[in-house]
């Protein structure tokens, strides 16, 4: 089992930054790729930016040029900072990984960002 703890989520004005973290604990040694997805209300979860144990991201085009996902892979943690907000930003944040073996996925219990205009 892996869990997944996030953190950093808030109110923040447009045009403002945030940083979102997400520690991994239990079984993470099978842990490649982990990301951050986000969910808005009424709307379907997607993703926002990923990570490689390598250090490959991925980006969603909403998010390029103003989010930046990072890694700490000795404290297996994740990082989201924000950057240049918008209201549309406004969702759950969500850490997701998969485990290399098994291809079971597991998700975080969410951090709410909110962007005031």
């Known amino acids: 089992q892996v869990q997944l703890v996030e953190s950093g989520g808030g109110l923040v004005q447009a045009g403002g930054s945030l940083r979102l973290s997400c520690v991994a604990s239990g079984r993470v040694f099978r842990l490649n790729t982990m990301g951050w997805y986000r969910q808005a209300p009424g709307k379907q979860r997607e993703l926002v930016a990923t990570?490689?144990?390598?250090?490959?991201?991925n980006y969603a085009d909403s998010v390029k040029g103003r989010f930046t996902i990072s890694r700490d892979n000795a404290k297996i943690t994740i990082y989201l900072q924000m950057s240049s907000l918008k209201t549309e930003d406004t969702a759950v944040y969500y850490c997701?990984?998969?485990?290399?073996?098994?291809?079971?996925?597991?998700w975080g219990q969410g951090t709410q960002v909110t962007v005031s205009s």
């Open positions: 997701n990984t998969v485990d290399a073996m098994t291809r079971q996925v597991y």
């Open positions: 990570i490689t144990s390598g250090g490959s991201t």
